[in-house]
């Protein structure tokens, strides 16, 4: 059997404040196929945003071991882990997180800055990840002048135009109507169905996590049961 | 590392900066400000120095008496000045030697900004006064006719002192004079003095002798000679230097403290100024949190963070610096000014000189203000917690 494309161990992520400890994430064992697509689901607290943070390089584990793709994520260093994000990961955002002063294209451009790729590939594949999300037509037009969902269709399109290994969603339906929001999930489908892309989703919302593969519920910090 | 990444970072860094144009503007404007001040300070020193140093020639001696530290503390009987006339290594010519004996005494008269009295130096000149001096030149009027009543006065006089229009009379000792021309003498120290017949002033103010002698070398190297023989004769008692050193003698405390307490000032504003930088790029770097936060999770470095911070803090500190500089040469340069000279105890006059070294070094220091300001911004930049700043508003 092919081995797992994340392989979590014993994650535990403790905050503090003065002097309390704050547990949030208690000894956690997760593995996650190639081509899996997980949605995340638990109550506020429950420690699935700190997960996905730590999947993603974001924020250092206080104990346990995150191996992707046999990277050991968490003994990279803050310059190596920038390394490995910009190569193997694609955050979607629930705000997008777009930059302002930059056009559609241009923010989908942006992590193709950190290759050795021509400018005239950066836009070939800037413009070609646009069109996957549906916003060919919108290519010149800044992040004030798109619908919500355009926006996150954008931040999308940024997300998976370095074709990373694994993208990671934090309630990326979760400022959108409900059109809008099926439009954004649909896309994710396509992208796990025809592109076989990775894809773990934090979500409230049910009818998003229905759509995943499987659904993971966290409550303090460990897994409390799974759905398929 | 790939300079993409950091012209991209700094180039959206930039083009956020009309949006936060308040605060840019303020550190722009406290920048600006410390540099006026200190290329005024810079250009006053540059225009004392140039009017001092001009003043001098390398191919005139003045002789005063032994010990004295200026013209006004000096004193030479006729018999003196006699002979220092006859001593060899003065350059002669067929109406003896090329040389003024001048008499030098200060008078009363009122600014023309504040009205307070000040010294003014009074200068009279032998009949060869003129040609001890190079640059001088009569700009408006006429010379005045020896033995008469009659004064010219140098150009940063007339326009710093009250009570000084050609063909007006004007009354100094005992005397009533007429001020019959204006004179120039390139920028010189010598601008801020009036003069007249040194006979006449003798007469005036009933001195028998004189305070100085004028003498041109009869070769550059002349001066070692003329001051050997004057030392060697049991008659005198003088000291001889050239005119240049003469004057950079006398200036030297006067520039010194200009220099020092200007770069004192504009040090403690600077210190001001960054204060104000620091905070703007704080400001900045809190507006930004969530752009750099995106760029940090998307895989960009801290280096190209912390650059981009630096980067703008010193294009500020430039715009600033030229504004700074561009402002104090629009308002300062050329302006005649005079303060009070305590080596001589006289009134000099000079004109605030804005050079382009001076331009540059205002601009210099505007960048290093900018530069420091943004440092501790930018690292606090690199620094910020990814997860929190991915969801700051």
Same mark, same amino acid.
Do not use: Q, Y
């Given at each position: 059997m092919e081995a797992p494309l994340v392989e979590v161990r014993g994650l535990t992520k403790e905050y503090r404040r003065g002097d309390e400890v704050v547990p949030v994430l208690a000894g956690l064992d997760l593995d996650i196929a190639r081509g899996d697509y997980v949605a995340l689901m638990g109550p506020s607290g429950s420690g699935k945003s700190t997960l996905l943070n730590l999947l993603g390089g974001l924020d250092q584990p206080t104990a346990g071991h995150i191996l992707i793709d046999g990277v050991p994520v968490e003994a990279l260093d803050s310059d190596e882990l920038a390394a490995w994000r910009a190569r193997s990961v694609g955050f979607i955002f629930q705000m997008y997180n777009l930059l302002p002063v930059l056009t559609a294209e241009q923010n989908v451009e942006l992590p193709l800055l950190l290759t050795d790729l021509s400018r005239e590939e950066r836009r070939r594949r800037a413009r070609a990840a646009l069109a996957l999300v549906g916003l060919s037509d919108r290519a010149t037009h800044r992040p004030r002048e798109l619908s919500g969902g355009q926006e996150q269709r954008v931040g999308i399109a940024r997300a998976i135009v370095t074709d990373p290994l694994l993208l990671l969603c934090d309630e990326p339906t979760g400022d959108l109507d409900r059109k809008a929001g099926d439009a954004v999930l649909d896309l994710f489908d396509a992208l796990n169905r025809e592109a076989g892309k990775t894809i773990v989703m934090v979500t409230h919302d049910p009818r998003a996590a229905a759509r995943a593969r499987r659904t993971l519920h966290l409550e303090k910090g460990v897994l409390a049961r799974e759905e398929s | 590392m790939a300079r993409g990444p950091i012209l991209a970072v700094t180039w959206m860094n930039l083009r956020s900066l009309p949006a936060r144009w308040g605060p840019a503007l303020v550190a722009v404007v406290g920048i600006a400000g410390v540099v006026m001040v200190l290329t005024a300070t810079l250009a006053i020193a540059r225009g004392f120095k140039a009017a001092l140093n001009f003043a001098g020639a390398d191919d005139v001696a003045v002789i005063v008496r032994g010990g004295s530290s200026g013209e006004l503390a000096s004193s030479l009987l006729p018999t003196e000045a006699d002979v220092i006339l006859d001593a060899p290594g003065i350059l002669r010519d067929g109406s003896g030697p090329v040389a003024s004996p001048e008499l030098y005494v200060l008078v009363d008269l009122p600014m023309r900004v504040s009205g307070t009295a000040a010294n003014v130096p009074f200068r009279g000149i032998g009949p =060869? #006064?003129?040609?001890?001096?190079?640059?001088?030149?009569?700009?408006a009027g006429r010379m005045f006719t020896p033995g008469l009543y009659e004064v010219v006065i140098g150009r940063g006089a007339a326009a710093q002192f =009250? #009570?000084?229009?050609?063909?007006d009379p004007v009354r100094f000792g005992t005397q009533t004079w007429r001020i019959v021309g204006l004179f120039e003498d390139g920028g010189s120290v010598t601008e801020s003095e009036l003069w007249a017949d040194v006979h006449v002033l003798q007469g005036t103010y009933r001195r028998l002798g004189v305070q100085s002698v004028r003498a041109r070398l009869a070769s550059p190297d002349a001066l070692p000679r003329l001051a050997a023989a004057l030392k060697a004769d049991p008659r005198i008692n003088v000291t001889v230097t050239t005119e240049r050193a003469f004057y950079s003698e006398q200036s030297k405390t006067l520039v010194t403290l200009v220099t020092v307490l200007g770069t004192a000032i504009s040090i403690m504003m600077g210190i001001g100024a960054i204060f104000g930088a620091l905070n703007t790029m704080y400001s900045a770097v809190a507006a930004r949190t969530r752009e750099i936060a995106t760029l940090r999770a998307v895989g960009f470095g801290a280096a190209p963070v912390v650059l981009s911070v630096l980067v703008e803090a010193v294009l500020l500190g430039l715009a600033g610096g030229i504004l700074g500089g561009f402002a104090a040469w629009v308002a300062f340069d050329g302006i005649q000014a005079s303060t009070l000279n305590f080596q001589t105890f006289s009134q000099l006059t000079f004109a605030f000189m804005v050079t382009p070294g001076v331009l540059l070094t205002g601009v210099l220091y505007a960048v290093l203000l900018g530069f420091v300001g943004g440092l501790l911004p930018g690292l606090r930049a690199a620094r910020l917690p990814i997860t929190a700043g991915l969801r700051a508003t």
């Open positions: - | =060869r #006064g003129r040609t001890v001096r190079d640059h001088f030149r009569i700009v =009250r #009570g000084l229009k050609l063909g």
